[in-house]
């Protein structure tokens, strides 16, 4: 069963930025697909961004260009940093981890929570 630990939520004002990041109890780097979501109060948790084993990233519209995630194989760490942070950004931050599908990472099918095996506790981002 692989665990999953976020760390570096925060407040911060808006136009500033959070490094967060995701570390994974087993190796994930050769079979899951790494996503992060987020939930709002009140609302649906959506995907903001996936990562492939090779480092191929996909955001979501509300996050491209602001975001960016990266991972560590080796460490089995997950970076995303947000920058120009926007009170809608508010939300609780989730990492999570899904079996590759036919041996990639696409967009269409992680950016749905359905096709996540393991999820962290998830860490608050507050921006106002």
């Known amino acids: 069963h692989v665990q999953l630990v976020e760390s570096g939520g925060g407040s911060v004002q808006a136009g500033g930025f959070l490094r967060l990041s995701c570390a994974a109890s087993?190796?994930?780097?050769?079979?899951?697909?790494m996503t992060w979501f987020r939930q709002a109060p009140g609302k649906e948790r959506v995907g903001v961004a996936c990562?492939?084993?090779?480092?191929?990233?996909f955001y979501a519209d509300s996050v491209k260009g602001r975001l960016t995630i990266s991972r560590d194989n080796a460490k089995n760490t997950l970076y995303p940093q947000m920058n120009s942070l926007k009170p809608e950004d508010t939300a609780m931050y989730y990492c999570?981890?899904?079996?590759?599908?036919?041996?990639?990472?696409?967009?269409?099918?992680?950016?749905?929570?359905?096709?996540?095996?393991?999820w962290g506790q998830g860490t608050q981002v507050t921006v106002s």
């Open positions: 087993d190796h994930t780097s050769s079979s899951y697909c």
């Open positions: 990562i492939d084993t090779d480092g191929t990233a």
């Open positions: 999570a981890a899904g079996p590759l599908y036919g041996g990639s990472c696409r967009w269409e099918r992680f950016s749905h929570s359905d096709f996540h095996d393991h």
